[in-house]
């Protein structure tokens, strides 16, 4: 089970009416309680669709998104465009959308479905940490602004968790790329790290946490020993934390 429909099942249980986005309702699982509206993130006309049903949310999950690998020098700019729209500006252009009326009811909770590698960047995984990256900094820029209208906005992150996203990873890497072993080895070490991952569940009770808290923190992180890991870099040299990522995706530098 993906973060997503996790998170649709543990919000509908808590008694919340919940819309699940897929960009085709009719050959989505069912699951009980929850209500599907079509949305592609890759498509502008598709976002500005949902405009009268986001006036009066009063959660928004920001959670589906692609999952890109590749060598930096390798990308290309039709992929990295495509990746920044569904997973930066198609979600921002959401909680824009939702903000007013949030701001209006003096209440709302937008959280961002971030991942770690925003705080642990990866090597050739470079698009996906600067998307995740962004759309944290959006969210914890904003909440400032929204705050004061009862409206918060975070960020959960979670480390590796076993969702079979390896399987729809995109990849960009040439046969002949110098950083080929070193980038088949890394997509090695991260889809096992992955399978070994926490549940897509237990991400769903954070997200849950962050939207009933009365005062949501600016992050929450969860999976891959998180409060050890979050610990090490604020003690650890900037280097030296660079090692330790390296070493657990199998890269020696």
């Known amino acids: 089970m993906g973060i ?21 309702p009719a050959s989505a699982p069912p699951l009980p309680e929850v209500e599907y509206v079509p949305l592609d993130l890759g498509s502008e006309d598709s976002v500005e669709a949902l405009a009268a049903t986001l006036a009066g949310v009063d959660v928004l999950v920001n ?35 939702a903000l007013p009326g949030m701001r209006e009811r003096g209440y709302g909770r937008v959280v961002m479905v971030g991942s ?55 990849r960009y890497v040439a046969g002949d790329s110098p950083h080929l072993r070193d980038f088949e080895t890394m997509l090695t070490a991260l889809d096992r790290n992955e399978r070994a991952g926490v549940a897509a569940e237990r991400v769903a009770g954070v997200v849950a946490a962050a939207v009933q808290a009365s005062r949501p923190r600016p992050r929450y992180a969860v999976g891959s020993n998180a409060p050890l890991v979050f610990a090490l870099r604020r003690v650890l040299p900037a280097t030296a934390v660079e090692r330790l990522v390296h070493r657990r995706h199998g890269l020696r530098r």
Do not use: C
Not at 7 to 23: I, N, S
Not at 142 to 166: D, K, Q, Y
């Open 116 to 170: 770690m590698l925003a705080s642990f960047p990866l090597a050739y995984r470079s698009s996906y940490v600067a998307t995740k990256a962004a759309l944290e900094a959006f969210g914890t820029a904003a909440r400032h602004e929204m705050s004061p209208f009862g409206v918060w906005l975070t960020t959960v992150e979670p480390g590796s968790i076993n969702t079979g996203i390896s399987t729809r990873r995109t």
């Open 4 to 24: 997503g429909r996790a998170t649709a099942a543990v919000l509908a249980a808590r008694g919340y009416r919940v819309l699940g986005t897929t960009r085709d």
């Open 63 to 97: 959670n589906a998104g692609e999952s890109q690998s590749g060598p930096f020098e390798e990308l290309p700019a039709d992929a990295l465009r495509r990746l920044f729209q569904v997973n930066v500006l198609g979600p921002v252009r959401l909680t824009q959308l």
